[in-house]
């Protein structure tokens, strides 16, 4: 079963945010944006950038677990 990684921040309300050059979901001054990871097979590390207008990009990985096993 696939799952997601919640990658969450802070901006200045004014500004537009991405991540992994995708829009992100807003409330106020804090953005969000929920990737979707295939961590079925193997565990993924995997690459974020998160970028703001008028802002340096900031550059960050995530590790996820593999799917956890099914206990009988």
């Given at each position: 079963?696939?799952?997601?990684?919640?990658?969450?921040?802070?901006?200045?309300?004014?500004?537009?945010?991405?991540?992994?050059?995708?829009?992100?979901?807003?409330?106020?001054?804090?953005?969000?944006?929920?990737?979707?990871?295939?961590?079925?097979?193997?565990?993924?590390?995997?690459?974020?950038?998160?970028?703001?207008l008028?802002?340096?990009?900031?550059?960050?990985?995530v590790?996820?677990?593999?799917?956890?096993?099914?206990f009988?």
């Amino acid at each position: 079963m696939p799952c997601a990684e919640s990658i969450l921040g802070v901006a200045l309300a004014t500004n537009t945010a991405s991540v992994n050059s995708q829009a992100t979901y807003w409330k106020g001054e804090y953005f969000r944006k929920e990737l979707s990871v295939d961590n079925t097979i193997a565990a993924v590390w995997n690459g974020i950038t998160i970028s703001a207008l008028g802002e340096t990009d900031v550059n960050s990985n995530v590790f996820v677990f593999k799917t956890a096993d099914s206990f009988g």
